[in-house]
């Protein structure tokens, strides 16, 4: 069995425990996380969402912008707090990003990678 512990407001793992899990450790992550709180299979096949067909022909319609926004938003980022990681931007300017009415520059979306901890061809 495979226990893995997500943050809240993201998919990202916070830790993953591998092998024989006792009741006693399921019980205190169920307390403390709640729904948070995945067993997996480990006979069960993971697919990364990346490579599936659903995906690539999905990807064709979401925008940099759109992408910047669900990152934001899954990371309990406010446009104005994002704005401030990056250096000074604006609430505005992270708004026009993400309305597509301002483009993502190449340095900008090194540093949203870096900040989300993410491909930079995912701002691109």
Known sequence: MLAVVKKPHTNNMLFKIKGNIPDGVMKYLRRE???????IDENEE??????THWYKAIKKTISPGDTLRIYRQNFGLTQAELGQKLGKFTRQKISDMEN???SISKA???KLSEIFDVPIERFL
């Open 33 to 39: 996380f709640g729904q948070n709180v995945e067993l």
């Open 46 to 51: 993971l697919v990364n969402i990346f490579d």
């Open 100 to 102: 597509n009415k301002r």
């Open 108 to 110: 900008v979306a090194k």
